[in-house]
């Protein structure tokens, strides 16, 4: 290794790709996830979980939006474009089925990051979404996930961010710390799908990365049935075609006046993040004195409605 100016971290490029550990802590000091994050996670495990069930139908109805997506439910690859007999809807009992588990997921992201089994979990999530590590296989494409955990992210924010029952500086604190745990995930999920880990290798290194010394976490037999893009097919008249195709089928969604979770997009340009507003929250129903005692946090109007009680006992793994 060459020498490195001070000021300047060195990086094992071996160990991001042989080791979960080193490769968490990477991504955790280069997103700076820190203690910071982990207390705003503590204190606000109790709003996350109240947005889950409404994130949730909201994740279902938009992967039910599209056949490419809908159509996993019953084939379980997305890989394979053949149309099931029936098509899942989302009251069917497999969907509702799906839900509870999506629920578990985001109930599992919103415990303690602190310990090394969290990221063991996210890190499983990748695995069993290539056809491994599960007794009946499934895979789903990188581009499917990714973009999901984007929706999922955007969702988030919004519940949280227009809940004015919470201080606004607690809810950015939130918003930006499940973020970085989004991203973070979004990088493990990757690892499982995209074989770059010998990617300007030195032939020393490339000897590291075989089979035998070190398995790739890529799933090799899951990637073959992806075509490989030639640069013809990416000239500016047939990738414009392509993308006119795709905006045109899917204007109505493009073209939505709605939000991820389904609100008015004209009613959120008026809405006021002030702690009077009455309006605009999708959770203001839900009884204030409720919140306060769950959460016990210093609201908005400065008041601090005492100590937060100790979190209860997820046992649902």
């Given at each position: ?144 996930l990714g973009i ?90 047939s990738f414009n ?29 008026d809405f006021s ?45």
């Amino acid at each position: 290794m060459s020498f490195v100016p001070r000021g300047i971290k060195h990086v094992d490029r071996d160990a991001l790709y042989t080791d979960l550990g080193a490769r968490v802590a990477y991504l955790k000091e280069f997103i700076e996830f820190g203690p910071g994050d982990l207390a705003a996670l503590e204190r606000g495990q109790d709003l996350v979980r109240l947005v889950i069930p409404d994130i949730v139908n909201a994740v279902y109805s938009k992967l039910l939006q599209h056949d490419i997506t809908a159509r996993v439910f019953s084939t379980r690859d997305s890989r394979d474009d053949e149309n099931p007999p029936v098509w899942p809807q989302d009251g069917s009992p497999a969907i509702q089925n799906r839900k509870i588990f999506l629920r578990w997921y985001l109930t599992r992201l919103n415990q303690d990051p602190s310990k090394r089994e969290f990221w063991e979990y996210l890190d499983k999530v990748g695995e069993m979404h290539v056809g491994s590590g599960r007794r009946n296989p499934l895979h789903v494409d990188y581009m499917f996930l990714g973009i999901c955990m984007g929706f999922v992210q955007d969702a988030f924010t919004e519940a949280i961010l227009t809940n004015t029952t919470v201080d606004l500086r607690l809810r950015i604190s939130i918003v930006r710390a499940l973020g970085k745990l989004i991203w973070i995930q979004n990088d493990l999920l990757a690892r499982w799908h995209i074989n770059e880990e010998n990617i300007g290798s030195s032939s020393k290194t490339s000897s590291l990365h075989t089979p035998s010394a070190v398995p790739s976490p890529v799933i090799h037999a899951h990637n073959t049935g992806s075509p490989q893009l030639k640069p013809s097919h990416l000239d500016a008249q047939s990738f414009n075609s392509s993308a006119s195709r795709t905006v045109s089928d899917s204007a109505s969604y493009a073209g939505s006046n709605k939000t991820s979770l389904g609100r008015n997009k004209d009613a959120l340009d008026d809405f006021s993040y002030n702690s009077g507003s009455s309006g605009g929250c999708p959770f203001s129903s839900m009884a204030m004195d409720n919140q306060r005692a769950g959460l016990g946090w210093p609201l908005s109007n400065g008041r601090n409605s005492g100590e937060r009680p100790p979190s209860r006992q997820r046992g649902w793994l």
